[in-house]
T-cell receptor, first 113, second 116 residues
Framework: DQQVKQNSPSLSVQEGRISILNCDYTNSMFDYFLWYKKYPAEGPTFLISISSIKDKNEDGRFTVFLNKSAKHLSLHIVPSQPGDSAVYFCAASAYNQGGKLIFGQGTELSVKP | ETGVTQSPTHLIKTRGQQVTLRCSSQSGHNTVSWYQQALGQGPQFIFQYYREEENGRGNFPPRFSGLQFPNYSSELNVNALELDDSALYLC???????????????FGPGTRLLVL
């Protein structure tokens, strides 16, 4: 049972435009959500997180939106840059499961010059 | 730079062998988690250690075991290797106290294991 899903395996965007990466979840106990970026041959790098008590969190070019009623979160990157090309994972955790992170399958973002 | 290091970077083993993977966290990171990432998948939680005690386990068989040491290093041991154990193994550490909700995990670069 896939509790965190990223339904788009890949996304291609022009440099300077907005990239929107989506993530859906099924477990209503999740209360903390994170986005990680991963380059080949490296470990995931933390990007941004959001608590379930918020619906938006911003950090520079990155904004995460959380819609709890729809069990959906999205990562917006504005403006997109070629260096943003990587695989993006969303992850979720629940307060009653310790620090266990449940990851989606990832979306490969390609930003073209 | 997360301050989390892993060794070795790559490893080749044969089916039935045993392997030990190592992770070193930053000083003060009391919690370490291990994940397995198969090709084309997201990382899957193996287990977590807090102050040298196992603090949670995913759906992995007992032949996956771990240790955490007082010097913020840890090990993942896998016995009786199977072909499906071929994957990237990631450790992640959490600064501060027990990793409960709303704490960010910082990952190392991983060890890529190939089982032939």
């Amino acid at each position: 049972d896939q509790q965190v899903k990223q339904n788009s395996p890949s996304l291609s965007v022009q440099e300077g435009r907005i990239s929107i990466l989506n993530c859906d979840y099924t477990n209503s106990m999740f209360d903390y959500f994170l986005w990680y970026k991963k380059y080949p041959a490296e470990g995931p790098t933390f990007l941004i997180s959001i608590s379930s008590i918020k619906d938006k969190n911003e950090d520079g070019r990155f904004t995460v939106f959380l819609n709890k009623s729809a069990k959906h979160l999205s990562l917006h990157i504005v403006p997109s840059q070629p260096g943003d090309s990587a695989v993006y994972f969303c992850a979720a955790s629940a307060y009653n499961q310790g620090g266990k992170l449940i990851f989606g399958q990832g979306t490969e973002l390609s930003v073209k010059p | 730079e997360t301050g989390v290091t892993q060794s070795p970077t790559h490893l080749i083993k044969t089916r039935g062998q045993q392997v030990t993977l190592r992770c070193s966290s930053q000083s003060g990171h009391n919690t370490v988690s291990w994940y397995q990432q198969a090709l084309g998948q997201g990382p899957q939680f193996i287990f977590q250690y807090y102050r040298e005690e196992e603090n949670g386990r995913g759906n992995f068989p007992p032949r996956f075991s771990g240790l955490q040491f007082p010097n913020y290093s840890s090990e993942l041991n896998v016995n009786a290797l199977e072909l499906d154990d071929s994957a990237l193994y990631l450790c992640a550490s959490t600064p501060g106290g027990l990793a409960g909700a709303q704490e960010t995990q910082y990952f190392g670069p991983g060890t890529r294991l190939l089982v032939l």
